[in-house]
C-alpha cells in the first residue's frame, strides 16, 4: 500500500497505508486506542482527516484494506461493486463525496450500488453530528415484510421480551407489556437464554400464537444461530425472520460460526417458506463496532471500518432489519456516552447509505461512563435522522442479557415530540383495537387492553 503524509502547523506526520490513515482519521474511540490504532493526538487525527479528505475515491477500489485473495468479504464488495453507478461520481475525491452528499439536490438513495463499505466510512470520518444527520435522514430504506418499515415520518420498534430462563408467562407479561405501549411493529424479538433447538420453536409458536389471535401485523424472531434456523425451517416450525450476528471480516464472521455460502443457504429457505404478507425481506442481521476486534480478525483495520464491512454483508440478503448494538460489546471499544453516540450516528448514516434498513439498539453495559441521558440524546437524535426502528426492553433494563436498552415509553417520547407513527400496517391494527387516540397517541387504558393482559392467565 502507499504511504502518505498529512501537515498541519509546520509538523509533517506519516501514514504508512491506507489503514493507518483512516484509523488515525477517526474520532476517538476506545477500541482503536486498544488496538494500537488511533492518532497519538488531535493534531495528528486533523492532519489525517484532512488528507483522507484529499484522497480520490478511486483509491478504494485499487487498495484494499483486507487482502482480497484472504477475505470473502472483501472479494464481495469488490465483485459486487456496480462500476456504471460509480461512473458520475469517480473523479470525486473523499471530500468532494462529503460536500456531495450534503447538496440538498443530490439523490443520496441512488448512490449505494456506487459506493464500498470504506468509502463510506471514510466519509463519515470528516462528518459533523449534524451532516450524519441531515444525510441520513434524506435516505429513507424501506423494506416489508407483515409490515412496511423505514418510511418517511415513522419509527419502527422492536419488542424484545427476553427472560433469563424463556419463562412462558414473564414472556408472554413483557408481549403484553409491549403492545399495551404501542411497540413491536418491527419485530417481537427474543434473545433465548440457551441455543436448544427445542426451545427455539417453543418461544416462535408463543409469539405466534399471540401474533395470530389478535391479528397483529408483525413479525416474529428468535435470535438463534442461523444453523439453528436452518434446523427449524426443515421441521416446519413458524420461522418468519432468520437472524444472525455479523461481522466485517471473513474471520471475524468464521468467528460467529457462519459464512457466505451458509447465510445464502438460511437466506433462501426463508424466502421458501412465503410468510410474508406484503414483502419478503425476511432476514435480520445484528452488527456492532469492536466485534471483529474483540475476535482478534481485525486485520488491522480500525472498528468503523469494518463495522460498515458488514453492511456490505448485510445488504447481500435484502434484509427486513439491520441494527448495531451499539453500546453493547462494552466500553473497551466505545468509552462513554460520547463515543457511544456518535458511533450510533456513524453507524446508521452508513447504513442508510449502503442501502441497508438501519435500526439501533440505544445500549450501554453497566460498566461504561454512560447512562439513560446519554440514551435520551442518542434516541432524539436518530429519531430525526429518520433512524427505522429501535429496540425497546420493559424498564430499559434487559433482565437476561444484564445491559441498559430504551424501554417503551422511550419509544413513545420519541413518536410524539418528533411527530413519529409506527409501521402503517400497525398503526392501523393499534387504531382497530382502540389503542390509539385520535390525535395518534396510545392509550393509556385502551378499552380491549383487558384482552391482551388475559394473554398471560392461559401461558404456563
Not at 484494499?64 to 456496480?82: Q, S, W
Not at 391479528?215 to 425472520?241: F, K, N
Not at 459464512?259 to 425481506?281: K, Y
Amino acid at each position: 500500500m502507499t504511504r502518505r503524509r498529512g501537515t498541519l502547523g509546520g509538523h509533517t506526520y506519516e501514514f504508512a497505508d491506507l489503514r493507518a490513515l483512516l484509523a488515525a482519521a477517526t474520532p476517538e474511540r476506545s477500541g482503536d486506542v486498544l488496538a494500537g490504532l488511533a492518532a497519538s493526538s488531535e493534531q495528528e487525527r486533523v492532519a489525517a482527516q484532512a488528507t483522507l479528505a484529499d484522497l480520490p475515491l478511486s483509491t478504494f477500489l485499487r487498495e484494499l484494506v483486507v487482502p482480497y485473495e484472504d477475505d470473502e468479504v472483501t472479494r464481495l464488495i469488490i465483485d459486487g461493486h456496480d462500476a456504471e453507478a460509480f461512473a458520475p461520481i469517480s473523479s470525486l475525491t473523499v471530500g468532494g463525496l462529503r460536500d456531495h452528499l450534503l447538496r440538498p439536490e443530490t439523490d443520496t438513495t441512488a448512490l449505494a450500488p456506487a459506493l464500498t463499505p470504506e468509502m463510506v466510512a471514510a466519509v463519515s470520518k470528516l462528518m459533523r453530528v449534524q451532516d450524519l444527520i441531515a444525510v441520513a435522514r434524506r435516505t429513507p430504506v424501506v423494506t416489508a415484510f407483515r409490515s412496511t418499515l423505514g418510511l418517511p415520518g415513522t419509527m419502527g420498534t422492536r419488542l424484545q421480551p427476553n427472560h433469563p430462563t424463556d419463562d412462558p408467562v414473564g414472556v408472554t407479561a413483557s408481549i403484553v407489556d409491549g403492545l399495551l405501549l404501542g411497540c413491536g411493529d418491527a419485530v417481537i424479538g427474543i434473545n433465548p437464554a440457551t441455543d436448544s433447538p427445542n426451545r427455539t420453536v417453543e418461544l416462535l409458536h408463543l409469539i405466534d400464537d399471540v401474533r395470530l389471535r389478535y391479528e397483529i401485523p408483525t413479525q416474529s424472531c428468535v435470535l438463534t444461530h442461523v444453523t439453528t434456523s436452518i434446523e427449524i425451517m426443515e421441521r416446519g416450525a413458524p420461522v418468519d425472520l432468520v437472524f444472525q450476528s455479523i461481522a466485517g471480516t471473513e474471520a471475524a464472521n468464521d468467528g460467529f460460526g457462519v459464512s457466505l455460502s451458509l447465510l445464502r443457504e438460511a437466506h433462501e429457505g426463508a424466502l421458501a417458506l412465503h410468510r410474508g404478507t406484503v414483502g419478503t425481506n425476511c432476514m435480520y442481521f445484528e452488527t456492532g463496532q469492536g466485534s471483529a476486534l474483540s475476535a482478534n480478525a481485525h486485520h488491522g483495520v480500525d472498528q468503523q471500518t469494518l463495522e460498515v464491512r458488514a453492511y456490505a454483508v448485510a445488504r447481500a440478503f435484502d434484509p427486513f432489519l439491520v441494527n448495531t448494538v451499539v453500546g453493547f460489546i462494552g466500553p473497551e471499544y466505545l468509552y462513554n456516552g460520547k463515543q457511544i453516540a456518535r458511533a450510533g450516528l456513524e453507524d446508521h448514516f452508513c447504513g442508510k447509505l449502503l442501502g441497508v434498513p438501519m435500526g439501533v439498539d440505544v445500549c450501554y453495559t453497566n460498566h461504561a461512563e454512560a447512562d439513560a441521558d446519554d440514551t435520551d440524546t442518542l434516541l432524539t437524535l436518530l429519531g430525526v435522522a429518520g433512524c427505522s426502528f429501535v429496540i425497546c426492553v420493559p424498564g430499559g433494563d434487559d433482565v437476561m442479557l444484564h445491559y441498559q436498552s430504551l424501554s417503551f415509553h422511550d419509544a413513545l417520547y420519541a413518536r410524539q415530540v418528533l411527530g413519529l407513527t409506527p409501521a402503517p400496517e400497525f398503526a392501523r391494527w393499534l387504531a382497530r383495537m382502540d389503542m390509539l387516540t385520535p390525535d395518534g397517541r396510545v392509550r393509556e387504558l385502551a378499552p380491549d387492553a383487558a384482552a391482551l393482559r388475559a394473554l398471560t392467565a392461559g401461558v404456563s
